[in-house]
């Protein structure tokens, strides 16, 4: 199930310049399924990224936060695992990150420091080293096929995913046509804070390391960090965005700062990447049959804003009626009077769902009719704009409904 | 469904002198349903209660607020009608709330602040007030009839609630016996924060309103405060703790302090009826099938054992683990992890369930066998205990796990 969402279009994938794709089925955990990703990445290309706050965080990402510390952002290869996460396994699953580089990197002939893990999967299980490092060759030699290996890329990623995410853009800045390519998962354990694993986006322009670091921050704060399906934070999300310096810029200088002509365009692009592959991610929420929405405008401050969409979309009462298309639109206002605003005036507080004036004044709104609230909640896509009245502050979080198939989903999910 | 929950045994439930328990089917939601209840109290009998801190909170405990003060703890009645929560609806709302009380009052013959209003049921609908009004002559009617039927009272007040909640005790001091006969209900929209709609709790002896509201603040932050159903704090939340004064105490004078000879053991009846209570409504949780108990130890404050215990409590991947029986227990840590401890060090956090050493130093502990916590995830009850190895502070949580009945519980609620 997943709410609007298709697989994509291989031609609308577009091959980036400076790298190469290659992907196995190592048997980690299921036999038959492709389950190994290697992206290689030409000399000269730089990596930014940012990881979950969880505080078990999983053991690649310890190691990918010291390879990019070490090689200040050079990158050469990343190599993906997916059916078991390698968290929570103490120092030996540190040591089988670090292996696994160490493996690669002596395979391609590249500092370790300059290759990246990550896993996702199953949490608090050893990691099947010997399998994934059997699967490797099979992986390079796969990537000696090309860059436009997106579509398997994104299916060698999957774990509960029902569809594999992907997605391409094309900027022209003054003469220069760029690509960006990038790839996403997750279903379940969805509530990044800092990024949601595993997310890469690569880019064929050519990029200093500390524009990528501030350009990481600022678009995963607008998309990744912007979407929940269960209120879970990963221990391994990971967003990756990669430079491959394979094209000079419009200029012929490095892209450096937000002042370079090509930077808006770029910038631009990776977010509208970033947005589209993250609202996939919550299309693809592990038994999603809606795409919700939520704006809350004219907050004190963000985190009052932030406060008050999460406390709706974490609402499994909310998420339910959702799923059921009834408007038992009091959960909403429930959820707001909840959210921790110790002098909200309820008063102030408006609610729309679409363009339907749910609630005004603490209570319905004389207009309000039953009807115009279930039509809308019948849509896949709805959107619930709450109005606080309390300053110039907004955000926009996006989440799913809560079916009967997510609790199917994650009792059955290690079977 | 109900984890280990039984109807309560009419013969164990004890009358409790200077009241008076009447209830009516008033039709309010449902024709034929038991949906209204009064009590009665004597002269003389005081009450002290917490109420939701939802911003939304509904008008009800407004009026309930507002004639506690005016009152200065002296009650005559209290009336509950279900179906109906009377929440989200603004001054209209406000108003019928408060000409409840004023109808009841009038044909009471007592002053209008000393009469307690309170309803659970649907948010954001009008309270049919005229159907209300038309149940209280048959509930005044069966008020008539004595003090000891508690079990209709807890059937009276129940919503999604599979089973009616009721206990009661008898404490002896200094050659006196007191008795305290509770209620409560609710099983979704549950994460009190400050007392559960609806929990009463009555007793026969004599408590100064000071001792009352003392009383009452402690013994919900150790009952209906720690328990946790869906994490959605209701609009209507109340636990109101009634002295009928109808026994003088063993030296005579009004029971004004602990110190007093009676307050201990007293304090102590009335915390476990409390916790009884309280865990009654999680054990009927919306579709629970499990009853789980969460111990944080070695914290170095409340707050954060609070943090780490709810964010377990609520993250529907622990929840729907436990409804599989599965040991799938990664997802806890990962629940640890993201509980917003910022400077936990993952190699002091033990993870027991049971008396299974599930993990210890960021990992699994060296002796843990799945059978072993395939063989506790199969029970009923289950005590996750988590050490952080940070300070002396500790908290338990009450929760319920996470089914496929919750969601078809909540996705047909209105219908």
């Avoid at 999967?121 to 990537?143: N, S, T, Y």
């Avoid at 800092?194 to 524009?211: E, F, R, W």
Wanted: charged share 20%; proline share 4%.
């Amino acid at each position: 199930m997943a709410a609007g969402l298709q697989a994509p279009n291989p031609e609308d994938l577009l091959a980036v310049e400076g790298m190469r794709i290659g992907t196995a089925r190592a048997g980690i955990r299921k036999p038959g399924k492709r389950d190994l990703l290697v992206l290689q990445f030409d000399p000269g290309s730089v990596a930014s990224a940012v990881f979950t706050r969880n505080r078990f965080c999983a053991a690649p990402v310890h190691v990918c936060r010291k390879h990019l510390s070490e090689s200040q952002g050079l990158i050469r290869a990343l190599v993906v695992n997916t059916g078991n996460a390698n968290a929570g396994t103490g120092q030996a699953g540190l040591m089988l990150a670090q292996e696994t580089c160490d493996h690669l990197a002596s395979m391609l002939q590249v500092p370790a420091s300059q290759v990246l893990p990550f896993s996702t999967g199953v949490i608090h299980e050893p990691l099947p080293f010997d399998r994934l490092i059997a699967g490797l060759p099979e992986a390079l030699q796969a990537a000696e096929l090309g860059s436009d290996g997106w579509l398997q890329a994104a299916e060698a990623i999957m774990t509960t995913d029902s569809l594999p995410k992907a997605a391409s853009m094309a900027v022209e800045c003054g003469g220069k046509r760029y690509h960006l390519s990038g790839i996403s998962k997750g279903a379940g354990m969805i509530r990044p804070n800092m990024g949601t694993m595993l997310a890469v986006i690569v880019c064929d322009a050519t990029i200093s390391p500390g524009l990528l670091d501030c350009w990481v921050k600022d678009i995963s704060e607008q998309s990744f960090n912007r979407i929940t399906v269960d209120g879970d934070t990963s221990t391994n999300d990971s967003f990756l965005l990669v430079s491959t310096a394979a094209k000079s810029s419009s200029t012929g200088s490095v892209i450096d700062t937000d002042e370079h002509p090509d930077a808006a365009p770029l910038k631009q692009a990776v977010l509208q990447l970033a947005q589209r592959l993250a609202q996939a991610i919550v299309r693809d929420g592990e038994g999603a049959t809606k795409f919700i929405t939520i704006k809350v405008e004219q907050a004190a401050s963000q985190t009052e804003a932030s406060q008050v969409a999460y406390a709706i979309a974490h609402s499994p009462l909310v998420k339910t009626a959702f799923f059921a298309s009834d408007p038992n639109l009091g959960r909403i206002l429930c959820a707001v009077g909840y959210a921790g605003i110790d002098d909200l005036d309820v008063q102030k507080v408006d609610l729309f769902l679409d363009d339907v004036h749910v609630a005004s004044q603490g209570g319905r709104h004389p207009d309000y009719q039953e009807e115009a609230g279930q039509r809308v909640m019948k849509q896949q896509d709805i959107t619930v704009r709450v109005i606080l009245g309390r300053g110039l502050e907004e955000t926009t979080v996006w989440t799913c409904d809560f079916s009967h198939d997510y609790v199917s989903i994650n009792a059955d999910y290690r079977s």
